[in-house]
């Protein structure tokens, strides 16, 4: 089974913040990666999948960057929106998501 | 547009099979995609349970394989899950979606176990 790690599980931030969360791999799943915004009540969201491909409709400032075992999520110019539940999901050998990083108001 | 939508009990006994149901509609199961069920204990994170190909070719979580089944009804163009010898462990909000990456989600529907 392929885990993985996303860290931190909370970040606190203000209006205008460049934001990074980093998720690992326990194994190598190349650009086999998504990454989710989840708000209370509500289904997740795609934002990013290959890795660093962005789904149409989202924002330009997120993006994702990486491949391998180590992939990052980064929000530049964080906006009030934006203040929501992140997750990271590999796909490359059935499906795991990572435990998840809130992203607070500071 | 593609609109997913599950169905099924709210409440099931504990040791008795959960079932759920999710509707498709702007796409065909038989479309070249995944098919699958996620779910999400109340303050909990996300955990993926499994997926289907339209193909019928079903994969699973290793910590849930014994007890899942996912399968694909086309005349109905829905897909459905099955698990088995639940527990309160299984209470969740249970999502379907589509894709390997999740491109589309039901809105989620809230399984719980109870006597």
């Known amino acids: 089974d392929i885990q993985m790690t996303q860290s931190p599980s909370t970040l606190s931030a203000s209006v205008g913040d460049r934001v990074t969360i980093t998720c690992r791999a326990s194994?190598?799943?190349?650009?086999?990666l998504a990454w989710y915004q989840q708000k209370p009540g509500k289904a997740p969201k795609l934002l990013i999948y290959k890795a660093s491909s962005l789904e149409s409709g989202v924002p330009s400032r997120f993006s994702g960057s990486g491949s391998g075992t180590e992939f990052t999520l980064t929000i530049s110019n964080l906006q009030p929106d934006d203040f929501a539940t992140y997750y990271c999901?590999?796909?490359?050998?059935?499906?795991?998501f990572g435990g998840g990083t809130k992203v607070e108001i500071k | 547009q593609v609109q997913l939508q599950e169905s099924g009990p709210g409440l099931v006994k504990p040791s008795e099979t959960l079932s759920l149901t999710c509707a498709v509609s702007?796409?065909?199961?038989?479309?070249?995609?995944?098919w699958g069920w996620i779910r999400q204990p109340p303050g909990k994170g996300l955990e993926w349970i499994g997926s289907v190909y339209h193909s019928g070719s079903a994969f699973y979580n290793p910590s849930l394989k014994s007890r899942v089944t996912i399968s694909v009804d086309t005349s109905k163009n829905q897909f459905s899950l099955r698990l088995n010898s639940v527990t309160a462990a299984d209470t969740a909000v249970y999502y379907c979606a589509r894709g390997q990456h999740l491109v589309t989600w039901g809105q989620g529907t809230l399984v719980t176990v109870s006597s």
């Open positions: 999901q590999q796909y490359n050998s059935d499906s795991t």
């Open positions: 702007g796409s065909s199961v038989i479309s070249s995609y995944y």
């Open positions: 194994q190598s799943i190349s650009t086999w």
